[in-house]
């Protein structure tokens, strides 16, 4: 696999996802500010409860098990202004499926491959299939060297997620660490619209339901009386959460003791926009995330040998066959994430310990679905584009552009190859050549069968 960089001087912006696409944008917006707490005259007790277990935390401040900070600035200040549009750009955004759903957020992974064999490393977690690696991109490979320094240990896998406003979120979990090497750090850097991570201890692992017996479950409410709702309300009322608003040019640092005690979330931000700081508005409400990782699981480059950490052969003369949609396999695996999900600071080895070479929980693919069009502020390349995409029949879901000054460029995967197109004129020469053709084989199809 290679990585083909974009050039800022593209027109418009056309994404046509089998594999979506990308933009790049004015990124001239305030500076992201720690948004104040409100303090209202009167607040009603559920308020007060939710007030006294949640507090908005800052660089200063001790986050989750003592071993995570949020930090400010993490590039320069001219590298800042340009990071978010040149990653619009460059990222080869990607849909994702868990249970046969789309997850609301678009992604990709990028990391270290080897020049020699093309092994990678791999990162398993809930979903359908896993995502191919692709090779870093420029600034991407700019933005890890500065957070490795930040860290101080290797980090050679990254997910990366864009957020296209306020309603795209991921529920709250613990990050699965099958394949991530104990000791290191989970590296979370923030560029575009500020939203807020929450942290939130997870429930004793005690709490097993009516089916248990009261002194296993160490309820502290009369266990014959009690509803199984009624001791999950008592469990979360001593719950504690805190928030941390990671503005743009932030990283957040999560140490695996917070990782295996607390779950972390981005919720959707359902506030209408008069209640929104301007940090939070900023880009056009589009955050990007970039998760790095340090793993020590590995896939060879056909991905179709598995060895490493969290695989069931441990070093690479030990490399074993990749296990696809394997429905016991896969239950298997989905079980030991649920566990790490719920279990408060669970044992690796107990968990993990005999490994896993699960790739692929599913092994079809989802249905066709829509290509993504990233409209651009050039009304004309638009109008052109739109038109084009509808005269062939191709729907589309349409995104908007999220500033006033947009350049552009096409990346198309269908067939397994990423290619990219630039300029008005060479994206309609392309959908002519790939889509009208395909239409005439289908009208001559049709004529044939009729």
Not at 444 to 450: I, K, L, M
Request: hydrophobic share 35%.
């Amino acid at each position: 696999m290679s990585y083909a960089g974009n050039q800022l001087e593209a027109d418009s912006i056309l994404h046509q996802l089998s594999a979506p696409g990308r933009i790049m944008v004015d990124t001239r917006s305030s500076e992201a500010a720690r948004p104040a707490a409100a303090q209202p005259a009167r607040v009603s007790r559920k308020l007060q409860m939710r007030q006294k277990n949640s507090t908005l935390l800052s660089p200063s401040d001790k986050i989750g098990s003592g071993d995570s900070r949020i930090v400010y600035d993490l590039l320069d200040s001219e590298t800042s202004k340009i990071a978010f549009q040149e990653l619009f750009s460059e990222v080869h955004w990607q849909r994702m499926y868990h249970a046969a759903g789309e997850v609301p957020r678009l992604v990709c992974c990028q990391g270290d491959i080897d020049d020699a064999d093309g092994s990678m490393p791999v990162y398993r977690h809930p979903s359908d299939q896993s995502l191919s690696l692709l090779h870093w991109s420029p600034v991407v490979s700019k933005i890890k060297e500065r957070a490795e320094e930040r860290v101080g240990h290797k980090l050679n896998h990254a997910l990366i997620q864009l957020y296209r406003s306020g309603q795209d979120h991921i529920s709250e979990h613990s990050d699965k660490t099958l394949d991530v090497v104990p000791g290191s750090n989970i590296v979370n850097v923030s560029l575009g619209a500020q939203r807020t991570m929450r942290l939130r201890t997870k429930r004793p692992t005690t709490f097993e339901g009516s089916g248990s017996s009261p002194d296993k479950q160490q309820r502290s409410i009369d266990a014959s009386a009690a509803t199984d709702t009624q001791i999950k309300q008592e469990y979360d009322r001593a719950r504690v959460t805190q928030r941390i608003p990671m503005p743009h040019n932030s990283m957040f640092v999560m140490g695996l003791d917070t990782n295996g005690s607390w779950l972390h979330g981005i919720m959707p931000d359902k506030r209408p926009a008069v209640e929104r700081v301007p940090a939070e508005s900023a880009y056009g409400n589009m955050r990007i995330s970039i998760t790095f990782r340090h793993i020590g699981t590995f896939l060879s480059a056909d991905s179709r040998l598995i060895w490493g950490q969290g695989a069931v052969g441990k070093n690479k003369s030990q490399a074993r066959q990749t296990i696809n949609g394997h429905p016991e396999e896969s239950q298997r695996l989905i079980n030991a994430f649920g566990f790490e999900n719920q279990g408060t600071a669970p044992d690796w080895n107990a968990v993990y310990g005999l490994g896993f070479d699960v790739l692929h929980l599913k092994s079809e693919l989802p249905e066709e679905e829509k290509p993504m069009l990233f409209l651009s502020s050039d009304e004309s390349t638009d109008t052109a584009v739109t038109s084009h995409l509808t005269k062939l029949g191709v729907a589309v879901e349409v995104i908007p552009p999220p500033t006033e000054q947009l350049n552009a460029n096409l990346t198309d995967a269908n067939g397994g190859l990423h290619r990219q197109v630039e300029g008005e004129t060479a994206i309609l020469k392309f959908l002519k050549g790939t889509y009208a053709n395909r239409r005439d084989m289908h009208e001559e199809d049709a004529r044939e069968d009729a």
